[in-house]
């Protein structure tokens, strides 16, 4: 259970991690305290759902095509390693500190319809979710279910943690140099899955 929870959490939390519109609003509405546990759960919820397609259907139609899990674990290696070369670079020249803006408290249907967007409208979301960890779930055999678990748990977590320890976490966002540090070890852990990919078979 554990080979297989913990490998689908740190990909699952490494692949969130990355800065961009959905984890800014979640961290500008848990500094604002508004509507937090609902844009929260909302994020959670909807990745839960993509990540439970990829594994369970991407491990279906690979029984069908036995081509395909190959084709995507090497596609999802070579996706690993730009997107942790990229990491790599921006922990290099350094990035502006994230600014978490004063919109967005709005009413809760607003807010939560703005997540929604924010979420399903995202293409690289079904990449992350449905493709990449679909494909590299497929690699636990029997033990699939408990990497997607791994992966939804570190939705979970992820999310709540953003949404609620905001105010804590602002100030040490507020400097640069600490997404530098957090680019680099997201670049770390995905070349350590991209090399497992490759090589351990």
């Not at 959670?44 to 993509?50: E, M, N, P, Q």
């Not at 139609?61 to 081509?67: K, Y």
């Not at 748990?153 to 957090?182: D, E, M």
């Amino acid at each position: 259970m554990t080979a297989a929870f913990f490998p689908g959490f740190a990909l699952g939390f490494s692949l969130i991690l990355a800065i961009g519109a959905q984890n800014a609003f979640v961290l500008r509405q848990g500094l604002r305290r508004a509507h937090v546990f609902a844009v929260c759960l909302t994020c959670a919820v909807s990745d839960a759902v993509l990540i439970t397609l990829g594994v369970t259907s991407f491990a279906v139609v690979a029984e069908a095509l036995p081509w395909l899990a190959p084709a995507f674990r090497y596609g999802g290696a070579a996706f690993l390693i730009v997107y942790g070369a990229r990491a790599f670079l921006a922990a290099w020249r350094g990035a502006d500190a994230l600014q978490a803006g004063r919109s967005g408290a709005g009413s809760l249907r607003a807010t939560v319809l703005t997540c929604l967007a924010l979420t399903w409208l995202n293409p690289h979301v079904y990449l992350d979710t449905v493709m990449l960890l679909g494909s590299v779930s497929t690699q636990y055999g029997d033990a699939a279910a408990w990497f997607g678990a791994g992966a939804v748990a570190s939705s979970f977590v992820f999310f709540f943690g953003l949404g609620y320890g905001a105010r804590l976490l602002a100030p040490f966002f507020a400097r640069p140099r600490a997404w530098q540090i957090l680019d680099l070890l997201v670049g770390m852990v995905m070349w350590a899955i991209a090399a497992k990919l490759i090589f351990l078979l």
